[in-house]
């Protein structure tokens, strides 16, 4: 974990007070009322009231109260001299650190992906009236989360509106708020740490203006500043708290053009100190993040002695994330019952690697690829920047998103969502507990799709000679009528990258479109189409767009960027455009024998 380093000093004196006597940690009985800061910090959730007591000489808690329509059940209690652990059954655990007197203790709240500053405080209540209370903001960080919010409260009200005229003054009004908010943001958060540097609350100005750093001009010298701060503050909220948002900073520097080496410092202590009790995904963070701020300092050999630990923690994570996901044995396809069936099956997932809800379907989509063949079923995954940025998202999987939402407004809200031959169904995600029940679910809506018949037949021939991949896609026995047009995408079989819901490989990842998304309009029963996939030309547009995202939009958590376009297949879809259904589809393998370099 991050230790700054006046945190460790502050210990060295206590430890060696007590270098030959244990402490006896301090009398907690009593109730005590646990909450944590919401993002924005304007508000704070009240999580429950827990109550303390002594038996046979040791502290135990039983939760008393929580909020109306919550269910908190305790895991665990622990009490080690003056640092308080509270697990929860569903995952999360407060930890947290005694005041001198006994009344307060400030720590974090969450999981190793995500923590929140949290407190425990003594109380006379029996029950918790509110699960939300305002906290102690000032004026400025109010008015910044009001206008960080209102944006997606409008883009729920465009969703939910039918109306042309209403969705398009909506429309408008997202617009203004969203001008507003890019003028007058950097100017808030600027005058929360002027009058608040020494306080909790700079936190929630401080990372916000290192995460926009590029787009909202900090300096070099700003940014110093803010990273100062952040340290100071967050160690209140002891150790784990304090490496979780410090490590956050870092990554904003690193992943800043110009700002990489201010990270240096804390990223060289901490990478020094790591230990195989750190979680291993914490330690790809931290080495990940030091090798990028070295290189940019221009330390080469010591960003490639972190290279080299970090390659071997990956490739055991690796090794571990394949031998436990998914985390049940997906069961294989019978076949299909019907003689003459000839359907296929295609399951469009939209996802992010941002979006710990898409865990379950992430690993449903995954499995199914073990219990179907590429006859039976085409898996095409799009991913996008929700809720966080996603350097898998692009053009092609925007443009299919913008596709669906214009056919079903209603359907089409967020990720995760799933299309089944043109059809949103089977919505909703979960974590990797729920991955399961989501793989049945999805076969539910796939095996009946199998027995059906059409006469549209789609193949191909896809040859990639060095960095151009040639296709050839025929249709044969389409209908004349309806909107029929032909979509070829290019996807990418496998990919490796570690995002905010720590999944660590997307299979099927759409990278390019070629000849547009809008498609090539089939006129008549049967169609040959050429088209070309020039594998330079994605790679810069995709790094384009990449870098054009990071420096107008929010910059991505990591500089990391999965650009080896390798193992493609290519997609061919008939779709009709005015119903969105997919008639057939097929997957086409390419052959590279003939590539150059390996390509």
């Known amino acids: 974990m991050l230790r700054c380093t006046f945190f460790a000093l502050a210990l060295l004196g206590a430890t060696a007070l007590t270098a030959h006597t244990k402490t006896a940690p301090p009398d907690l009985s009593g109730a005590w009322l646990i909450s944590y800061s919401l993002p924005g910090g304007t508000r704070e959730a009240n999580l429950c009231i827990l109550k303390i007591e002594t038996k046979d000489g040791k502290p135990t808690a039983s939760?008393?109260?929580v909020p109306k329509g919550t269910n908190i059940t305790l895991k665990s209690f622990d009490v080690s001299n003056k640092e308080v652990t509270v697990a929860l059954a569903n995952g999360p655990s407060f930890i947290g650190v005694i005041s001198d007197d006994a009344k307060t203790i400030l720590g974090g709240f969450g999981t190793d992906a995500a923590q929140?500053?949290?407190?425990?405080?003594?109380?006379?209540?029996e029950s918790i009236d509110s699960r939300f209370t305002s906290s102690e903001a000032p004026a400025e960080l109010v008015k910044a989360e009001q206008l960080t919010t209102r944006p997606n409260m409008l883009r729920i009200q465009i969703i939910q509106t039918k109306e042309a005229d209403k969705k398009k003054e909506l429309m408008a009004e997202m617009s203004e708020v969203q001008k507003e908010?890019?003028?007058k943001l950097p100017g808030l958060y600027r005058a929360v740490i002027e009058?608040?540097?020494?306080?909790?609350?700079?936190?929630?100005?401080?990372?916000?203006?290192?995460q926009s750093a590029r787009k909202w001009k900090v300096t070099a010298s700003e940014a110093k500043n803010l990273l100062k701060i952040i340290e100071a503050q967050s160690t209140r909220f002891g150790p784990k708290y304090s490496d979780f948002v410090t490590l956050e900073a870092a990554e904003s520097l690193v992943a800043t053009k110009g700002l990489e080496a201010i990270a240096v410092g804390v990223l060289r202590t901490r990478s020094k100190e790591l230990t195989d009790k750190d979680p291993a995904a914490f330690q790809v963070r931290v080495l990940t993040a030091s090798k990028t701020a070295l290189e940019a300092s221009g330390a080469t050999e010591e960003a490639k002695a972190v290279d080299g630990r970090l390659g071997k923690i990956e490739a055991r994570l690796d090794q571990e994330y394949l031998a436990t996901v998914p985390p049940f044995k997906p069961t294989p396809f019978a076949g299909r019952q019907e003689k003459g069936a000839n359907q296929v099956a295609v399951l469009e997932l939209f996802t992010g690697a941002q979006?710990?809800?898409?865990?379950?379907a992430d690993v449903a989509f995954d499995a199914l690829g073990k219990s179907y063949s590429p006859s039976e079923v085409v898996l095409i995954q799009y991913h996008?920047?929700?809720?966080?940025?996603?350097?898998?998202?692009?053009?092609?999987?925007?443009a299919r998103w913008d596709y669906y939402r214009k056919l079903f407004p209603q359907g089409v809200r967020g990720t995760p969502t799933t299309i089944f031959n043109g059809k949103v169904q089977a919505g909703g995600g979960g974590g990797m507990a729920n991955a399961q029940s989501k793989f049945t679910q999805y076969r539910e809506i796939i095996d009946p799709i199998l027995e059906k018949t059409t006469s549209v037949k789609v193949s191909g021939k896809a040859i990639q000679k060095n960095d151009k991949v040639e296709i050839a896609v025929d249709v044969a026995g389409a209908p004349t009528e309806g909107e029929l047009k032909?979509?070829?995408?290019?996807?990418e079989e496998s990919i490796r990258y570690v995002g905010g819901n720590r999944l660590r490989f997307h299979h099927h990842v759409v990278r390019a479109i070629p000849g547009g998304a809008a498609g090539v309009t089939v006129k008549e029963a049967n169609l040959r189409h050429t088209t070309t996939a020039d594998l330079l030309a994605v790679r810069k547009d995709l790094n384009n767009y990449l870098d054009d995202y990071a420096a107008n939009e929010r910059p991505f958590p990591s500089k990391v960027r999965p650009l080896d376009l390798k193992h493609l297949k290519v997609i061919a879809l008939i779709q009709d455009d005015k119903t969105g259904e997919i008639l057939q589809a097929a997957q086409?393998?390419?052959d590279d024998k003939v590539a150059s370099g390996g390509q």
């Open 195 to 210: 009058k608040k540097a020494d306080t909790p609350i700079a936190l929630d100005a401080a990372l916000p203006l290192l």
């Open 486 to 491: 032909l979509r070829v995408l290019v996807v």
């Open 384 to 398: 996008m920047h929700i809720p966080g940025p996603d350097p898998l998202t692009n053009p092609a999987t925007i």
């Open 63 to 65: 939760v008393v109260a």
């Open 588 to 590: 086409i393998e390419v």
């Open 116 to 125: 929140s500053r949290g407190k425990m405080v003594r109380t006379g209540q």
């Open 181 to 183: 908010a890019e003028e």
């Open 355 to 360: 979006c710990p809800p898409c865990v379950a």
